[in-house]
């Protein structure tokens, strides 16, 4: 097996692995899990929500304190 018949071989798995990846990514089957990743960043979880709080509370106090 020369160089070029090599080359060949793995250019042609790199091609099956793209058509693999790409049918996978446009599964019937993951359609509903990749809509729920695409939009969990506009949910908001607990953590950010008493962070928020908190700081909204500082703010607060501190324009109390300033009056």
Same mark, same amino acid.
């Given at each position: 097996?020369?160089?070029?018949?090599?080359?060949?071989?793995?250019?042609?798995?790199?091609?099956?692995?793209?058509? #693999?990846?790409?049918?996978?990514?446009? !599964? +019937? &089957?993951?359609?509903?899990?990749?809509? /729920?990743?695409? @939009?969990? #960043?506009?949910?908001?979880?607990?953590? !950010? +929500? &008493?962070?928020?709080?908190?700081?909204? /509370?500082?703010? @607060?106090?501190?324009?109390?304190?300033?009056?």
């Amino acid at each position: 097996m020369d160089y070029g018949t090599l080359r060949g071989l793995v250019a042609l798995l790199i091609f099956a692995l793209f058509i #693999i990846i790409v049918l996978w990514s446009y !599964s +019937k &089957k993951r359609s509903a899990a990749f809509e /729920d990743i695409a @939009n969990s #960043i506009f949910e908001e979880d607990e953590l !950010s +929500k &008493k962070i928020k709080q908190s700081h909204l /509370d500082t703010n @607060n106090n501190q324009e109390t304190n300033n009056v």
